[in-house]
């Protein structure tokens, strides 16, 4: 189960450095909300703004002998994970998502 685990983390981190080195990211998200504004969805009132963590491998058994430099250790209740953080800003009354953006694990989440 813990090989499972360290190829999913992998493919997660090998899609997240295509998206980026791309930029695909942030034209799937411009695109996502010029479709919900083509609609007429868009934000009116308040914003809900939470952060979730994405794992990344600890391991520095790759070819180049060390850790994503992006990735950071952060401590949530007792357990310490090591990622980074996705910031996601949602509409209060609809629920739809206005605004995305990724942070080294131990940035606090206020400077978001």
């Given at each position: 189960?813990l ?18 080195s ?10 996502i ?7 007429g ?72």
């Amino acid at each position: 189960m813990l090989n499972i685990e360290k190829a999913r983390e992998a493919a997660v981190l090998n899609f997240r450095h295509f998206l980026e080195s791309h930029k695909l990211g942030q034209k799937l998200f411009d695109t996502i909300q010029n479709h919900l504004a083509y609609h007429g969805l868009r934000l009116q009132e308040g914003s809900i703004i939470d952060a979730g963590i994405i794992s990344a491998p600890t391991s520095t058994k790759n070819k180049e002998g060390k850790r994503d430099p992006e990735m950071h250790q952060t401590k949530k209740g007792n357990e310490w994970h090591f990622g980074m953080k996705m910031h996601i800003g949602v509409d209060e009354s609809l629920g739809l998502t206005h605004s995305i953006s990724t942070t080294p694990a131990n940035e606090h989440d206020i400077v978001q």
